[in-house]
Each structure stands twice: as structure tokens, then as C-alpha cells.
């Protein structure tokens, strides 16, 4: 019974994808390294976001070697306006690890993937599936909304521990990659047809507002640091007013993200000088 249910899913959504399949230019490179800046690229941000900004990256980076002799301030500055500056960091020093620790070469198992900074399980999988073909079980927003709206209708608080077995079960072995550009286009298009079923998930938040949230002061910082150079932090904030004046924020928030962008070793300060971190 539960055969016929997923043997029906498979059809339907390789129908679907025969019709309506998406193309984008991260499907038609599916080199390791291009899949690799992809997927960081896509945690969090919508994928016509994305590809102008891949796009523009795999022209200047084509290697990880290239990127790991760029400057951090040059890779922040390319990355700018695509949001979570963090995961640009990320991919550098992703690229100095696969270049020291893996001969240049993205490693190709999940396990090994995983070791890389920004990269979980998710990512992780991804990356063997789309990169190397290889068949693992892994879930983001697209492939939660096809299995949420066909296999849980009308249920609510549904965990991705629920979704996770079918996932294994309906999973094309010889062609995952395929299976789950196809999955994820079924999904897209779910959304477009009927209320966002991800809202049903457990696992559903909705993203705060973006106008003066931390993200967009990080975001500011950044920007401000490697266009105009270093700053103190009295300087930043007469750089940042119009954005510390709206009503959602405050000064002090200029602060906590200065001290957020030191942790995170995007920014360092000295003497009160702050600056983009080498």
C-alpha cells in the first residue's frame, strides 16, 4: 500500500518536472566547487537572489585556490547586498581548507563535507548529491512543502523526523540528482498553488522584519568597512544614521553588532579602529 503511494509521488512529480522543470545556471554546472558556492549561497536566500551574484563569483573565483588567495575584504565586497555575511567568510575558509586538507578538490562524501566550516547536513548532502550524484536523504524548505502537501494534508506540527523516513523511501537511486531538482520544483510550485504548506512544519518560524534589524546593521557595518575603509565606532554611527535613527533601533545596537562582527572575526578593532579582518 505505502509502495503504491510512494510509486504515485514519484510519477507526479517527474511528470511535473517534464512540464514545468526549472532552469537555472547552477544546474548546468555541476561542478564541485560551483555546486559547493551554490548551496552556501542558497542557505537562507532565495535562488533568483542568487544567481547573478554565483554568477559573478564563479567568473572571478572558477577554483578554490583563487578565492583562497583573495582578500577577505575584496570576497565581503562581492558577496555584498546577499545578505548572512557570514557564509561569505564561510566559503573562504572553506576554500583554504579544501586547498590545504584536500588537494584543491571538494571532497565527496557527506562525512567529509561536513568538516568544512558553514556546511551541515543538509549542505552537506546536497552538495555529494548534486556534485557527485550520490544518493543521501537530506531536506530544505522546496522538498518539505512537496512531502508536507502530498503525504500530510490537513495535519499540523509535522517534524521533519516524520518526513525524513519517506524521504529514504521515495529517494531515486540512480539518479538523485534528477529526483531532487525534480522534487524541489514540485515543491516551488506547490507554493505558488496553495497556501505555503511549511507553515504546518514544526519546525515553521517567520522571518523578522528586515528594516532596522540586527541583520541590516551587520549588513550596513560591512558594507560601510570595505567601501569607505576603517572607522571608529562614533564614525560608523554618523555613517549608519539614517538607519540608527528609525524607530525599530537604537545606537547601542551599532554595538552589539560590532561586537557580533569581532566574535564572528569579520571585523577587527584596534585602538578603536575597526576594520574588515584579514
Known sequence: MF??????????????????????????N?????????????????THRVVPYWNRWMEKWPSPALLDAAPLGEVLLEWSGLGYNRRAKYLKECARIIVRNFGGEVPDTP?????????????AGAIACFAYNIPTVFIETNIRSALLHFFFSGKEGITDSEIMPILEAI?????PRK?????????????????????????????????????????????????????????LSSR??????????????LYKALDALKNESLVAEDEGMYSIKN
Request: with cysteine; glycine share 6%; net charge positive.
Open 3 to 28: 509502495e503504491d503511494r510512494f510509486a504515485e509521488f514519484r510519477r507526479l512529480v517527474y511528470s511535473v518536472y517534464e512540464r514545468e522543470g526549472r532552469s537555472f545556471p547552477l544546474r548546468n
Open 30 to 46: 555541476t561542478g564541485a566547487w560551483g555546486i559547493l558556492v551554490s548551496e552556501l549561497m542558497l542557505q537562507q536566500t532565495q
Open 111 to 123: 562525512l567529509a563535507l561536513e568538516s568544512l566550516p558553514g556546511i551541515g547536513p543538509y549542505t
Open 171 to 175: 529517494l531515486d537511486r540512480d539518479n
Open 179 to 235: 529526483w531532487y531538482w525534480a522534487l524541489m520544483d514540485y515543491g516551488a510550485a506547490i507554493k505558488k498553488l496553495c497556501p505555503n504548506p511549511n507553515r504546518r512544519s514544526a519546525h515553521y518560524s517567520r522571518q523578522s522584519a528586515f528594516a532596522g534589524s540586527s541583520r541590516q546593521i551587520r549588513g550596513s557595518l560591512i558594507r560601510s568597512l570595505v567601501s569607505l575603509g576603517p572607522a571608529t565606532a562614533e564614525e
Open 240 to 253: 549608519l544614521k539614517p538607519i540608527l535613527n528609525t524607530d525599530a533601533t537604537k545606537e547601542k545596537d
